[in-house]
């Protein structure tokens, strides 16, 4: 059995292999090699493609999706070991991974950072007591990473500009009017640098730096596979050169939790908006967003309608990759 938490935990061949399934199920979309399978999709917050992306892909592959929202149309839940439950969670989840593993095939979960105690969110526990208590498949909709995103990055990335060796890839903070969590920012440095790409972070501050786990991953993965990463408040060296440019917003960790004092951090920093002046100085570079964007705040309306925008691409791809992936952790048979 195995999960699918982290693409940390997946090589690089493996993760291709996925990707290349993907295109394959693209191009035939509607089988049945999981008919009979079911999968549970535990959503603690929410969701527009990732709910819509994994209960249609599940349908396609002739299985059955459940949506599960603990706390609204199902039970509260403590993830934490031994505590006294007299609090609102109604069940623990030694019991909801019991009972789920006996009725599925595989488990997905969305749980997003409680944005309280950076020290204690880093640690990624609630997906973690999932996977280990269950006896089935777990896949992470969301947490700390976005591995799916990951996924679907790296098809949309390779399906435009080809082999991704060495090819320059901005990843670029935005202002937003709220701090964001910081999982699809360090999901896009993982896979981009377990690919071999030439990472460039542009960032407005220093308080705006990655968990140095991510960093650090991600320094090591890039080094492993001819790639590199550098960081830089230089906006015009960021931009110039770039091959694909992908934009994110997210908070400040030295800041996290105290988000009236990272607004006033973050306030000076709205030039960041990716501009069709930024987008020029690339090479002809493609550009993306996971979704959802706040048009002219993280990116304007001509950057979006330009056709070098693939997001929708990206978004489509969600859609194909976690087919590849249910299919994979299933054991059903598909196109590749």
């Not at 049945?32 to 209960?55: D, V």
């Not at 969305?110 to 996977?131: C, G």
Request: one cysteine or more.
């Amino acid at each position: 059995m195995r999960h699918f938490l982290s693409t940390q935990d997946w090589s690089r061949a493996d993760l291709q292999s996925l990707l290349d399934r993907a295109a394959k199920l693209r191009d035939t979309p509607i089988g049945e090699p999981l008919k009979g399978r079911t999968i549970a999709l535990l959503f603690l917050n929410p969701s527009m493609r990732t709910r819509t992306s994994f209960e249609i892909g599940a349908f396609q592959l002739g299985a059955h999706a459940v949506i599960l929202e603990p706390g609204k149309a199902a039970w509260g839940i403590e993830f934490e070991p031994g505590v006294v439950m007299d609090g609102e969670a109604e069940e623990h989840i030694a019991e909801v991974a019991g009972v789920l593993s006996r009725y599925c095939d595989a488990i997905g979960l969305r749980a997003f950072p409680l944005f309280k105690d950076w020290s204690i969110d880093r640690q990624d526990r609630v997906i973690k007591a999932l996977a280990e208590h269950a006896s089935v498949p777990v896949i992470n909709m969301e947490t700390i990473v976005h591995p799916c995103q990951e996924l679907a990055l790296m098809r949309t990335l390779q399906d435009h500009i080809g082999q991704p060796d060495g090819r320059k890839f901005v990843l670029t903070w935005t202002w937003h009017p709220r701090p964001l969590n910081t999982a699809v920012a360090n999901s896009a440095l993982l896979i981009a640098s377990k690919f071999g790409l030439n990472i460039t972070m542009l960032i407005p501050d220093d308080a705006y730096l990655l968990d140095e786990k991510f960093m650090d991953a991600a320094h090591y993965q890039a080094e492993d596979a001819g790639g590199s990463v550098e960081t830089t408040t230089d906006i015009e060296s960021a931009y110039t050169g770039a091959d694909f440019v992908y934009a994110k917003s997210w908070g400040a960790l030295p800041f996290y939790g105290r988000p009236e004092a990272e607004a006033k951090l973050r306030e000076p920093y709205r030039h960041f908006m990716v501009d069709e002046q930024k987008m020029a100085l690339t090479n002809q570079a493609r550009f993306s967003h996971c979704l959802p964007l706040r048009r002219n705040i993280k990116a304007t309306d001509a950057v979006m309608n330009a056709d070098y925008c693939v997001a929708l691409d990206e978004a489509e791809n969600r859609l194909h990759v976690q087919k590849a992936l249910l299919v994979e952790l299933l054991g059903g048979s598909s196109p590749g």
